[in-house]
């Protein structure tokens, strides 16, 4: 399990890059996508530009993996599991366990698989529960269309930003090109 999560932080890492200070971005300059306020409130007190990269490394740990319990399903989904800490970092945990218990909600044939669960934003054992009885009722497809559909509502809320704040457009490309996985 250490091993997947260590990979999945990597992954954002890399997609995030160093250091960058861009103008539109409301949260200021970031590096390994990680802003001033997060570094802050994680203990780190230095420039946000020389955050080291093991910083880095527990600050994803801790707030994008454990805190929100994107780790308790990386052992029996980590697909899913990187599509949630990937959503998390760019739109936080709360909303990217918003999106897989909307889908959750709709997916579970009219109540018929599992009740709906209630939507809050918090990854606890109802909504870890209703996706282990989805996917165990719809398999690797079921993966696959939980997938799909996590990437629906992650593009849709770009296109939202962006509409919302024009200053946001100057993202938009980036985000889809590199946060919108397409496939399986």
Do not use: K
Not at 4 to 12: A, E, F, N, P, S
Not at 84 to 111: E, H, K, S
Not at 161 to 166: P, S, V, Y
């Amino acid at each position: 399990m250490i091993e997947v999560l260590h990979d999945i932080i990597q992954g954002v890492i890399a997609r995030e890059g160093g250091y960058v200070d861009h103008p539109s971005d409301r949260g200021g300059p970031t590096m390994y996508g990680i802003t001033s306020a997060v570094a802050r409130t994680s203990g780190y007190h230095g420039e946000i530009g020389e955050l080291p990269r093991s910083t880095a490394e527990t600050i994803y740990w801790d707030q994008y993996i454990e805190r929100p319990g994107f780790a308790r399903i990386a052992p029996w989904c980590p697909r899913i599991a990187q599509e949630l800490v990937d959503t998390g970092v760019n739109m936080g945990p709360g909303t990217a366990t918003t999106f897989l218990q909307r889908a959750l909600n709709a997916l579970n044939a009219q109540g018929h698989h599992y009740r709906d669960i209630t939507v809050d934003g918090g990854c606890g054992p109802q909504t870890r529960g209703a996706l282990r009885t989805y996917l165990d009722r719809r398999g690797e497809q079921g993966e696959i269309v939980m997938l799909r559909l996590l990437n629906c509502l992650q593009g849709t809320r770009y296109l939202e930003l962006a509409e919302d704040r024009e200053s946001q457009e100057d993202f938009l490309f980036g985000w889809v090109l590199h946060r919108v996985q397409i496939g399986s």
